[in-house]
């Protein structure tokens, strides 16, 4: 296998409700990535974020490591973690300092002060700082564009929108990756990973929100003026649609899946008769079992949107001229998209993202999303390495199309 020392290599980790992606890509010398190597693997051992069965999402974590290595030919670096907004919260908080010193000149070491006031004061036992975002520093009571680095004071404030991580489930989740041998760079909240890929600052400065609709779990980002206002993590997703179509419709996982990917809400009447067996030239009975179907499905997929909707409700709901970007497994669900405009009376775009160079064959799956936006996430700050040529912009080509492979459940 390669050298590391001969490659830029960054490597990410997303652990979902049921699987674990890992890539691995290198960065030449203009910042440009090509992905080397991807792995899945799969489990039952995450119950809303948490870790459930130890030895279940380790044993995956090291398929997936393994497959990652053998198509990447290199071994795998420290990788960016992405974890579950569900057991994260965001919040804002102050904080201010006096600046003591005789000529009153801000400095690095005063940044540093007044945002670890801002910190003490507002976080919690048991709870750890996983991104810090300064939304605005003051100067003697004068609001500041930028830092206030060089500026002459005597009190800085700053204003800080802190998202943090339950101390407990975090550590089990890091204590599970590193039994399976992997090193840890980064962690960093999965969601947010994701938002840095879809969303343009022009977006968060109109107001967006994000809905990332996984499997199990379906996190809400809402950004206004630039900046993060809220965000939450719903425990339903797209295993509810299925799970319901199983115990309404008595029919199998494997049928139920099949039902929700193809169909999704509002199907066509003669598609929908093509799932059942003899009952094509019945109408009675294919209105019956239609009527039965969209009725159980519409009624959790309306669900899913209102509890959406209430969240963005918390931020005021209004000045959103962005609308909705929608990313994860619900975006191939035909009609979900546009039965969310409905219930948000805001636009919905479904995406499927990426930017990256080369991207491998087997990697153009939605399954991969979260995993490729926690590699740009990580190459970013090595962009700024003395050996990056900053004058060269990173070549980013949209190589991902919309997919009819479904996200596995």
Known sequence: MTDLAEEHLVASLDIGTSKVA????????????RIIGIGTGFHNGLHRGIVSDVDGVRKAVMEAVIKAERMAQVVLPPVVVGIPGSFCSSFAASGAITITRSNHQVQSEDVERVLGAAEAVAIPPGRRVIHRFVRAFRLDGQHLEGQPLGLVGRRLEVDVQFV??????????????????????????????????????????????????????TDVVVFRKGHLQHMACLPIGTDSLVRDLIIGLKVSPVEAEGLVRELGCNPDPERFAGFWEGCQGDSDIQIQLLDQYNEILMARAEEIWQLVRSQVAKVGGVNLQAGVKMVGGGVLVPGLADLGSRILHLPVDAIV???????PEAGRNPAYA????????????????????????????????????????
Do not use: Y
């Not at 993202?353 to 991207?359: G, H, I, R, T």
């Not at 900053?390 to 596995?408: C, E």
């Open 22 to 33: 890992i890539v691995i890509a290198e960065m030449n010398s203009f910042g440009v990535q």
């Open 164 to 217: 943090t991580a339950a101390l407990a489930p975090l550590e089990g989740l890091i204590d599970c990756i590193e039994q399976a041998g992997v090193k840890i760079g980064e962690v960093i909240v999965q969601c947010l990973a994701i938002s840095d890929m879809v969303l343009a600052p022009s977006h968060r400065k109109l107001g967006v929100v994000l809905v990332d609709l996984g499997a199990g779990l």
């Open 353 to 359: 993202p990426v930017e990256m160079e080369d991207l």
């Open 370 to 409: 979260a995993a490729v936006g926690l590699v740009r996430h990580r190459t970013v700050p090595l962009l700024a390495l003395p050996e990056a040529h900053k004058s060269i912009p990173a070549s980013w080509a949209v190589l991902w199309q919309k997919v009819r492979d479904w996200l596995k459940f």
